[in-house]
């Protein structure tokens, strides 16, 4: 991530200037060591089934493992602001994707106006980096360190490493950094994995539109392999590169080959405006990425969805989470004034590749990752709606969250008329707005959502109207054989997101009503004759409201108070 000059001045000259007792981090006298910060997630436009921080801003999900059954995100987090600035590395918990326990601070400034930028962790089993000389459990994580002056302008970006003994909680730096060394101020986000028997980076050199790739036998030492060069669109610089291995499956879900993606986010500049993932499928060797073919493909239909990242650790189908916002406006966004937070990241999201026919060839499918754990009570199925309707008041869920499956199924499309259509509408009866989306049948069959009807955010490049074509579920041909559309989607009080065509495209959509949006309406009209339309409603339970004490605080893991920190000093708070 690159964060305005502005933003951190004003950050900096915040900060104070008392050094912690610490070795090797500088501790803003503001940010507590050794405990999360507390959290109120009772906020009407807090999400409660996504992850957002305790307080503050938070931006690039990062060094994202799962180990021994726990997922770990970490993630750019300025806990003293509500912009970007001060980078740290926040820390979080999930055993099942959807719970998230806040953890302390995981990564501080190395050195006041040292910041911990974007990048990775991965599990170092065979202890190759010789920092875990008893255990098959050691993480190592790798990250870009940004250097600024007292006057605010740029010093290099330099990639380094930290360890950590305990599966993640705390982290040591590395005495050998920087790992790759450098003299460009726009050299940033390591992502590594593993393949074969050595470590392979990429990382940005953003405003040269390059994706490197290094190896390293032991993670401390790099050796440049290869360039990935002005590939797809460029917006004004390249950021959080990632490189993965992913199944191929066809039609029927079987594994028939295996491919590996190189993703890019690009900010700003995006063709919908600010920032947008693009993605590149092809195979890798080692050292080379070779793309399959010249196509730019990218990984969100909508506005709201950055920065993604894989976990390593992760057998099959990779897992990704983003975040959910757009640099356009993430620093102006109404929960920063309202609630004292900004950003939450997506749900996870469950990856492999695939063709979709009739048109669109090799697509990622992002499908919702299993939501079974935060499912709550079944508030309304329809089997066989045909032309009608059906409306939902949840009003009294108390996350005011919702998961909604439609599947349309034996619709003719030959028959299909410009109004033939199903809509999934979300309103508040107190303030009369809405949030709309839906599918058109006929035509070009596109999948639009709307969030032009809500009122709490005004701002110019919050555009307010997404749409994709193509959304078939299946590879049949139109006019051929009845084809089928189906969708999953979240609300999650300014969250939306939708998974469509069985994940073929996704869309991740904040918006901000004045008032809780509370009904739920889902219609269809104009369906030739012989389509099936099915439809569940279901309530989402809040994984933050079992967290909270009395006072509806949500305190994380305070369990680590008296322990180490990430200069492996105590420090106190
Ligand atoms: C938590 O936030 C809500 C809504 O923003 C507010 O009404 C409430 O007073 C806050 N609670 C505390 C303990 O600050
Ligand atoms: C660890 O070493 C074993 C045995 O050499 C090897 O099979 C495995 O791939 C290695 N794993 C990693 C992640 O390096
Ligand atoms: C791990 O690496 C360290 C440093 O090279 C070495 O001293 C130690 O024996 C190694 N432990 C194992 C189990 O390989
Ligand atoms: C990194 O590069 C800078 C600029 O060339 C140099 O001053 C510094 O000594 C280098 N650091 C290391 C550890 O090599
Ligand atoms: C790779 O890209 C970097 C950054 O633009 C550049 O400095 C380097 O010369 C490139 N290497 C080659 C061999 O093109
Ligand atoms: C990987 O691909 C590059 C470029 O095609 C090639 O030069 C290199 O030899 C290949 N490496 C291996 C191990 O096949
Ligand atoms: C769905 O919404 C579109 C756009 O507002 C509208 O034209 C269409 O009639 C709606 N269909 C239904 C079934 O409400
Ligand atoms: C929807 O209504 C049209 C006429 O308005 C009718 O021809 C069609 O059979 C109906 N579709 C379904 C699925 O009931
Ligand atoms: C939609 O279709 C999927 C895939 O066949 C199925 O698992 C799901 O239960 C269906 N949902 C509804 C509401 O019919
Ligand atoms: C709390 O943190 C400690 C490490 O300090 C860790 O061992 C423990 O598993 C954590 N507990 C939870 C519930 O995350």
Same mark, same amino acid.
């Given at each position: ?403 909604? #499956? ?6 003719? @499309?030959?028959? $299909? +008329? %410009?109004?033939? /259509? ?5 309103? &508040? ?120 004490? #009395? ?6 893991? @305070?369990?680590? $108070? +008296? %322990?180490?920190? /990430? ?5 106190? &708070?």
């Amino acid at each position: 991530m690159l964060f305005p000059r502005s933003l951190l001045l004003s950050v900096a000259a915040l900060a104070g200037v008392t050094a912690a007792q610490g070795v090797s981090t500088y501790v803003n006298p503001a940010v507590p060591t050794g405990t999360p910060l507390p959290g109120n997630y009772t906020g009407p436009l807090r999400s409660q089934v996504h992850y957002s921080p305790p307080t503050g801003f938070m931006n690039d999900p990062n060094g994202m493992f799962y180990l021994n059954g726990v997922f770990h995100l970490y993630y750019q987090y300025n806990p003293t602001g509500l912009g970007a600035g001060n980078q740290h590395w926040g820390h979080a918990t999930s055993k099942d994707g959807y719970t998230w326990e806040n953890q302390p601070i995981a990564l501080f400034p190395p050195e006041e106006r040292v910041y911990v930028f974007s990048g990775s962790a991965v599990v170092d089993v065979n202890n190759t980096s010789g920092f875990f000389p008893d255990q098959d459990n050691g993480v190592v994580a790798v990250f870009t360190l940004a250097r600024y002056y007292e006057d605010g302008s740029s010093g290099p970006q330099t990639q380094a490493i930290a360890y950590s003994h305990d599966e993640g909680y705390t982290f040591q730096y590395y005495d050998g950094n920087p790992v790759i060394n450098s003299t460009s101020t726009q050299f940033r986000d390591p992502k590594v994995i593993r393949y074969g028997d050595q470590w392979v980076m990429v990382v940005a050199y953003s405003q040269e539109f390059v994706v490197a790739v290094y190896t390293s036998p032991d993670l401390k030492q790099w050796t440049w392999a290869s360039n990935f060069t002005d590939h797809g669109l460029l917006g004004a610089q390249y950021e959080c590169p990632n490189l993965v291995k992913m199944p191929v499956r066809d039609r029927d879900g079987a594994v028939v080959d295996e491919k590996y993606v190189i993703t890019i986010s690009l900010q700003p500049g995006a063709p919908l405006g600010g920032s947008v993932t693009q993605y590149f499928i092809g195979d890798f060797n080692g050292t080379h990425f070779t793309t399959l073919d010249a196509a730019t493909r990218l990984t969100d239909f909508a506005k709201d969805n950055y920065a993604a990242q894989f976990f390593y650790g992760v057998e099959g189908n990779p897992i990704n989470l983003g975040w959910a916002s757009n640099w356009q406006y993430a620093g102006q966004v109404p929960t920063g004034n309202n609630e004292g937070w900004r950003s939450a990241m997506t749900l996870p999201r469950v990856n492999y590749l695939t063709k979709t026919a009739p048109r669109i060839g090799w697509t990622i499918v992002d499908e919702i990752y299993d939501p079974k754990p935060i499912m709550g009570e079944s508030l309304k199925t329809a089997t066989d709606m045909g032309n009608g309707s059906i409306t939902v008041d949840y009003a009294d869920v108390e996350s005011n969250a919702l998961y909604i #499956e439609a599947n349309v199924t034996g619709l003719d @499309v030959a028959k $299909a +008329t %410009t109004f033939s /259509t199903l809509n999934l509408t979300f309103t &508040s009866p107190a303030s009369g707005e809405s949030l709309r989306s839906g599918f058109y049948f006929g035509g070009d069959n596109p999948f639009f959502v709307d969030r032009g009807q809500l009122r709490g955010f005004d701002n110019v490049f919050f555009t307010d109207k997404f749409s994709v074509a193509d959304v078939y579920y299946d590879s049949n041909a139109p006019g051929q054989k009845p084809a089928s559309w189906s969708m999953k989607a979240v609300i999650d009080r300014s969250m939306y997101e939708v998974f469509v065509g069985g994940g073929r495209h996704a869309g991740t959509v904040l918006l901000y009503p004045t008032q809780p949006l509370t009904v739920v309406n889902v219609a269809a009209r104009d369906l030739p004759a012989g389509a099936r339309v099915s439809v569940a409603v279901w309530a989402l339970e809040s994984t933050w409201a079992g967290q909270a004490d #009395e006072q509806g605080t949500v305190l994380g893991n @305070v369990t680590t $108070a +008296t %322990t180490t920190t /990430t200069s492996g000093k105590a420090m106190g &708070s």
